[in-house]
């Protein structure tokens, strides 16, 4: 079956960086495009990040453009999010997703829509 | 950019039926999609391309949309039913696709 596992959160001090990872598993990794979004304590979804199933393009929220990077390892199966210049408002749990690929036409094409999701992992930016 | 609006709160009885509201302009436009996410857990997809449902997810669980209005109906609910319900749009933002949430309906059931 699908699964999803983020690790690599926890506490960070302000200004400080992490670097989440995602692995998968239970499906063909390379086939699909992958993203990030985060959920602040009692608050709703927030769409981080998004990377083609190749790597060839990623797009990214105005709220961590520049400071956020997507990539990817597809021959390990493994999802990146590489935080940089952490504050306050990037506390939140983290979740890594699949998006629903459309493979009716000759060519495979994202659907805008996320199928599978992670846990989550927790990431807190505090002194 | 493209906003999409959802009631913070919905409540209902068991056994009847809930609406939950996402508001944006034209939305009929759009393929909006629905999720489930209930406490301490990673949101469900339940409704894709306003319509479509995954497989394993109830009948219950309908999409539809008119207008500025995408609606999530679920028919005889139940207290396992209780969670928060996003709507999601894919749109522009700025300059480049970007993914859209609305802020959530809590579903209370009495």
């Known amino acids: 079956q699908v699964q999803l596992v983020e690790s690599g959160g926890g506490l960070v001090k302000p200004g400080g960086s992490l670097r989440l990872s995602c692995a998968a598993s239970?499906?063909?990794?390379?086939?699909?495009?992958m993203t990030w979004i985060r959920q602040a304590p009692g608050k709703g979804l927030e769409w981080l990040s998004l990377i083609f199933n190749s790597g060839s393009f990623v797009y990214y929220a105005d709220s961590v453009k520049g400071r956020f990077t997507i990539s990817r390892d597809n021959a390990k199966n493994l999802l990146f999010l590489q935080m940089n210049s952490l504050t306050a408002e990037d506390t939140a749990v983290y979740h890594c997703?699949?998006?629903?690929?459309?493979?009716?036409?000759?060519?495979?094409?994202?659907?805008?829509?996320?199928?599978?999701w992670g846990q989550g992992i927790l990431v807190t930016v505090s002194p | 950019s493209y906003v999409v609006t959802q009631p913070p709160s919905v409540s209902v009885a068991p056994g009847q039926t809930a609406r939950l509201s996402c508001g944006g302009n034209?939305?009929?436009?759009?393929?909006v999609h629905w999720y489930q996410q209930r406490p301490g857990q990673a949101p469900v997809l339940l409704v894709y391309d306003t319509t479509d449902r995954p497989s394993g997810i109830p009948e219950r669980f309908s999409g539809s949309h008119s207008g500025n209005t995408a609606t999530l109906t679920i028919s005889g609910v139940k207290a396992g039913d209780e969670a928060d319900y996003y709507c999601?749009?894919?749109?522009?933002?700025?300059?480049?696709?970007?993914?859209?949430f609305g802020g959530g309906t809590k579903l209370t059931v009495l």
């Open positions: 999601q749009v894919w749109d522009i933002i700025t300059d480049h696709p970007g993914v859209i």
């Open positions: 997703a699949r998006e629903l690929m459309d493979c009716s036409s000759s060519t495979c094409s994202g659907m805008g829509v996320f199928d599978y």
């Open positions: 034209n939305i009929a436009s759009k393929s």
């Open positions: 239970g499906f063909s990794f390379s086939d699909y495009h």
